[in-house]
């Protein structure tokens, strides 16, 4: 879609010269800048959006809400920024989330150094200079000394290829770009696609507008009731109370957030002592869920255990029997894609105006002028919501072309799937680093738990760099080889190779299933990387710029 805030073509020119160049204003590039800037750093961000937020820019669908607790889904690198912002429920809703990444660009004077509705085609590795050539789609140059790929896990939508869609009368959407002004669907017959996190979220809301909720669904997924309510005045002078204390103690949980994880294995305690835990975490609400007992992970008998106990819930909630079992999965263990977080959405299907069409039984084979077509019975609609995912954790990144050493292109060298050393380069790719991205806990964790451990990772790492007159860094062949390894038989230590996830690129046709993030946990993902730090960046290469790449320096 067009935006009106865009500029003409830049004029051909020399690039741009600076110490950093940035890609992405959501919270890790916001927080980069800031960052680097304390290290008197020239730095850019450049951003395609005509505004801070990254996700939260984006994903305005209805219902578009984070499933971390408000209270700690919040920068904590500034206590007078945690003390002085209000957050006004438990689970803070788009809008709010939005207007939060806002004041923190406002308050660091961040916006003077974005360059809006810019969108990056490339960045090419000039061995000679030690340089990074970014290329925007308006044909502007940047040269950096250092390139920091702040594009996010879950920001390349993915419509699905489906035949007909170009043919469509009426107007269609996708969660993960929606339209600004919103989209008020009273009267009309609409069609959601998916029932992943987003329409889990979307579809209760859009049920209350249309006059006809046709949802289809080609796998279900585990939900658990978020509980949300506004903001509770003890529990929130509870955190701010001793913001750092609490905030150390998430650093060192699995997931980056802060919860009771019960120490027993499901299966050591008794059947009613099971059901009262569940019970008790259900009634909580949230991920909290999966705390439940400490092996729901690991051992498939306890993991059944909680599995059964959701579904049994979704038995109790939804009138329909017929309707309940097509809403309840059976094909992967709990927990291992991605937990949902919902607001009334078992509930929303006794809704007489919402009906379930089970897909995996009679895929959808085409859109038509008025709806969609399965190969079972046709349907009019005047409105399809794709609520179908991201090209996860790679997409973004090799949407630009990005070409390393001897130009050997990013692209290329993860067609097998993505190589990195602990998430943060990828060897061939000096001075060239990602945050959160593949190999890394990333979309597993507290997102803004895991972008701050990065960026002050990094920080640190240049300014090592600075005071000993080094140019250059990048990861070893042998170091990301064995990273990579020992992220793979971590999670094969789990239940999460079990399920056909985007964890695994699954969701993707053509993509490598390969399972990406880190499941080693938060905790344990910082001791490694403050070890490899401590040991002089272990399995890093680092040279001065007079150097050839090649010739180590400590």
């Not at 395609?48 to 904590?76: I, L």
């Not at 969660?175 to 029932?195: S, Y």
Request: hydrophobic content about 40%; charged content about 25%.
């Amino acid at each position: 879609m067009s935006d009106p805030h865009e500029t003409p073509a830049a004029q051909a020119g020399p690039p741009e010269t600076l110490d950093a160049v940035i890609v992405g204003a959501g919270f890790a590039g916001l927080y980069m800048l800031h960052r680097l800037r304390g290290l008197g750093l020239s730095a850019r961000i450049l951003e395609a959006a005509d505004g801070v937020g990254g996700t939260w820019y984006w994903n305005r669908y209805p219902g578009a809400r984070c499933d971390v607790e408000s209270m700690q889904y919040s920068f904590s690198f500034d206590e007078a920024l945690q003390q002085e912002w209000k957050w006004s429920e438990r689970f803070a809703a788009q809008p709010e989330i939005l207007a939060y990444a806002n004041h923190v660009a406002d308050r660091y004077d961040l916006r003077r150094d974005i360059r809006f509705n810019t969108r990056v085609a490339a960045a090419h590795y000039d061995e000679a200079a030690g340089r990074w050539l970014v290329r925007t789609e308006r044909g502007e140059a940047i040269s950096a000394r250092f390139c920091i790929m702040a594009t996010g896990c879950l920001s390349a939508a993915r419509v699905p290829d489906i035949p007909g869609l170009e043919t469509f009368r009426g107007t269609w959407y996708h969660t993960g770009f929606w339209p600004h002004e919103g989209v008020d669907f009273t009267g009309r017959r609409v069609a959601v696609i998916g029932t992943g996190s987003s329409a889990i979220q979307a579809i209760p809301v859009i049920a209350e507008q249309a006059a006809e909720l046709l949802v289809f669904q080609r796998t279900p997924n585990f939900s658990i009731p978020s509980r949300n309510a506004p903001m509770d005045a003890e529990y929130e002078r509870w955190w701010k109370s001793d913001y750092a204390a609490h905030r150390q103690k998430a650093r060192q949980m699995r997931t980056g957030i802060l919860y009771n994880i019960d120490q027993r294995s499901a299966m050591e305690v008794t059947e009613e002592e099971r059901q009262r835990v569940y019970e008790e975490r259900w009634a909580a609400g949230g991920t909290a869920f999966m705390g439940a007992f400490v092996d729901l992970l690991t051992n498939q008998a306890s993991n059944d255990t909680a599995a059964e106990f959701v579904r049994a819930r979704i038995r109790a909630t939804v009138k329909d029997p017929a309707t309940a079992e097509i809403l309840s999965p059976r094909n992967h263990p709990i927990g291992t894609k991605r937990i949902c977080v919902d607001s009334h959405y078992y509930e929303t299907f006794n809704r007489d105006n919402v009906r379930l069409i089970d897909v995996s039984r009679a895929p959808i084979e085409a859109i038509t002028e008025t709806g969609l077509r399965t190969r079972e019975a046709a349907y009019e609609v005047d409105s399809i919501v794709f609520a179908t995912g991201f090209d996860a954790m790679t997409g973004t990144l090799l949407k630009i072309d990005i070409r390393g050493r001897g130009g050997e292109s990013l692209a290329a060298k993860w067609a097998a799937g993505p190589r990195t050393y602990l998430g943060l380069m990828s060897a061939g790719f000096p001075n060239l680093f990602m945050i959160t991205g593949p190999g890394s806990p990333s979309v597993l964790s507290n997102m803004i738990v895991s972008i701050e451990q990065h960026v002050d990772w990094l920080t640190g790492c240049l300014a090592h760099m600075r005071a000993r007159g080094l140019a250059r860094i990048e990861a070893t062949r042998e170091a990301e080889d064995r990273w990579v390894d020992h992220v793979n038989e971590v999670a094969h230590r789990t239940l999460y190779p079990q399920a056909n996830s985007w964890y695994m690129g699954a969701n993707v046709p053509g993509k490598p299933r390969v399972f990406m993030p880190y499941v080693g946990g938060v905790g344990t993902y910082r001791q490694i990387c403050d070890e490899v730090a401590a040991k002089g960046y272990e399995g890093f290469r680092l040279a001065p710029a007079e150097a050839p790449a090649s010739v180590a320096a400590e």
